[in-house]
């Protein structure tokens, strides 16, 4: 009698504001015995209830206006989402230890490096035209022993600051290399003087308010230019717990992941950019990690502790590069060809397909 | 290797020196080079087909030799010397008749007869020649151009001078002399015209026939050099490829871009539509042969070769049934007769009450299994047959199974079934 029902089609959501209202108005009369509005209310939780399933088919939280409504209700949906996750995770376990040795290997999660792509290009070691084409290629020179590194960093003109420093801690990182001040020259004068002076790898850093964001790595007698963007610069001073600085000695260098063809070819220009013979004594190592097409350097001074555990010291700047485009060539970026160009809307549609 | 080779519908040449073709209805590629040894210096620059017929390939390598490569066959079969490496690469090749008209890129245009060392004649055709062509309606006349060298037709019976000459364009905005670089060139059927594409990304279309010099159409694309062209089989559009890898259809009427092809990630080297099919093949420094259809502008093939591709060369036959003539219409009457044999050889089986030692009965059952499996490999490549593949594949596979669960009385009723489908079709 007193209860009036709210009706159920507008409110969606007004299960908790339903209940309240006949609640308010029963409270107003007062005069009703305690066992009739307990039966009464669970009469109306009972009616809350069963409208509660009552929602159209296709409904979804974002659909109610009202903000604190819908929070309530999609807390609410989290939670009972929990509540079946904890429930299936605790049969899982139990049946995994009732099984016991039986049991079936843990499943692997899917990670995007797992669910890659399969790319063609991926080079097979045994590949004979492969290793004739990397045999014979530009830094066949290099491989071969036949030359030294020597490196030319430069900047873009006028740098400044930070810059300025990332170009002298690389210098410290290559062995033989030389700073030079980029007084406005052209690049395409720049490599001729490099190639008689015999200078084999030409390094721009290209700097953006005051902040490096570009590199162009030129192999010089007439190798492959490529060009990365360079982000998260990290300079000495701001990497935490680091060592004493680098000295002298060639460092190893470790390559990782660069799997297809494209791949090979960065993984082999940033190796020439090192002597062939690493000196052991130093004990650092410099690292180019791909992982999903971006590179990340670092460089450590490791020490064997005993023969299972080994403590590595930060030293040196780390920055991640990733390539925009690889040119066959000196640097001539007008009519030089390319052969390769990222392509952002081609290339990056997939998640789950790398180049590199 | 000849085999092989008769399969082939695009040649490629590649610059580790190897000729590489691919049978794209197959989707396989084989290699076809001289020895295990692999050099640099025999990286091949030109295709061309040394005759109409298209039994025969000629390409033209760095060292200055020619070698000719027969289809049939599957190997080179000679090689000559025409030129000297210091002439720079080859930049055009042409079979005439029995001789061959060669251009490299320092050095002249020569003719050459079968069987001589000497070359029979010799155009100077400038300093720098990117591309030469023989025109595919007179057999005499060719076109040159290069860098810093315009756009000049020779006539072969009078070598001194070219018959046409092409002026640079007009003097820019400034009055600067415009620069200009013919990449490549190409002779536009039905006419005396030439369309060339330019290191500056232009266009040009010159018609020696008119009083005019200077291109008489003149269209842009890009901003980057134009390095390959080609004109499709229906005319009024040519396909113009640059260093970046991006491939355009421009239509010569206007100018515009009718549309874009993707895919290629780096530079084009070469470019060639089919001369019947509205298909363009591509090839460049990013190591994929791709296919596209010129109507929709979609990729229909791309293949991996793992070495940078120079040049290609597509055979005029059609892409598509390359594959298929030699395969499934050898394969058609020969599998209806082994079907015939089979159904002939295997035993007729009556219905009989189960037994439980039925090995009369299972012996027709396992013909009945090993005949259908070796008709369904068959069966697969022929089309129009589809609506008892999955009928026989479940049959198959449901008496794989059980072969000896099964009901007996039913497999039996199922085969002069099947018999009673099978004759009906055949």
Redesign the interface.
Known sequence: MDVTEVPGGQSDSGKKWMKRTPKKKKGGHGEKRGADRKVEEEEDEKKMETSEGVFPPNFSVSEIKNKQRRHLMFMKIKQEKRKVKLQVKKKKKKEREALGDKAPPKEVPKTIENQRVYD??TVDPE?E??A??EG?DEFSAYFNGLTNPKVLITTSDRPRGRTVRFCEQLATVVPNAHVYYRRGLALKRVIPQCVARNFTYLMVVNEDRKMPNGLVLCHLPDGPTAHFKVSSVRLRKEIKRRGKDPTEHSPEVILNNFST?LGHSIGRLFAALFPQDPQFIGRQAATFHNQRDFIFFRFHRYIFKNEKKVGIQELGPRFTLKLRSLQ?GTFDS????????L?RH??DACRRKFQL | MGDRSRLCSVWLGS??G?LKGVSVARKQAF?FCNTSH???DQELRVLVWGDPAESELLAGAVDGTVKTFSTEKGEFTESRTCGDPEDGCFTGLAARGSGLLTASERGPVRVWREDSTEPVLELDAGKNVCRMRLSPVHPNRVATGGKETGLRIWDLERPEEPTFTAKNLRDDWLDLRRPHWVRDLAFIPGGDKVVTCT?FHQIHVFDPASPRRRPVFEAEFGE??L?ALSLPAAGDTVVVGN???EVAMLDLRKGLVRGVL??L???VRWLQCHPTQPLVASCG???FLRIHSLEDRTLLHKV?L???LNCLLLSSRALEDAGRDTGTGGEGPEVKEEEDEVWDTMETVWEKPKRKTGEEEEEPQKKSKTGEEEEEPQKKSKTGEEEEEPQKKSKTGEEEEEPQKKNKTGEEEEEPQKKRKKKRKA
Do not use: C, Q
Not at chain 1, 334 to 341: A, I, L, N, Q, S
């Open positions: 063609e290009t590949d035209e492969v004739f084409d014979t063809r066959k007008k009519f030089g060809e390319y052969e390769w160009v392509k081609e290339m | 610059e580790t190897i290699n692999l050099s640099r290191g980057y050099p390095t260093t970046h890898g993707k895919g990630a780096g530079g420094l990013d190591r991996y793992k070495s940078r």
